[in-house]
């Protein structure tokens, strides 16, 4: 329920960069494929928030064909989530759980407008093909993950620290 919810609270824009189509939601088949329990060949994580109303404002997942060595990823952040760190955070974390699974990178699609994804792949060290006519691009995550990419964690971090600390200092 909490993965439909998030689904369905996106916003329209948000849905068409995540799908390439305008979309209102998940239906139940695609959801049980994002909650298909962790292997080998697939994992999904889901960031909670809220306390005692819980409830999924992120999802990240990885899913690969039997012995290849590279798997597909998807991510979706809840609108009011966006730009906030939790996007690379979970995407870091997932390549690290990759790499544990012996995936040597993983690739997605994504529409050459949906310009804070690209951002967020290239802060990770993705490597990016042009895929056909319509402009889509092909990035590409390697694991496990290089020196490069601990240096932009922790620039993040350091960020989010300083953003965290402005109100107390400039009320």
Sequence with gaps: AAVTALYAALSPLS?????????????DDEVTALLRPPGPDGLGLVVLA???????????????????PEAEL???VADEWQGLGVGPD???LLLAHAAED???????????????MLIV????????????????????LLTPPDEGLDDAST?????????????LFRP
């Design 15 to 27: 849905l068409a960069m995540r799908f390439g189509a305008a979309r209102r939601g998940l239906d």
């Design 50 to 68: 809220g306390g005692a109303a819980e409830r999924a404002i992120a999802l990240a997942r990885y899913d690969r064909r039997p012995g290849a």
């Design 74 to 76: 998807s991510i979706a």
């Design 90 to 92: 979970l995407l870091e």
């Design 102 to 116: 012996g995936i040597d990178a993983l690739w997605g699609v994504v529409r050459p407008d949906n310009s804070r």
């Design 121 to 140: 792949f290239r802060s990770l060290g993705c490597q990016e093909h042009e895929l056909n006519r319509r402009g889509e691009v092909l990035v590409r």
């Design 155 to 167: 620039a993040r971090f350091r960020g989010a620290a300083v953003a965290s600390l402005r109100p």
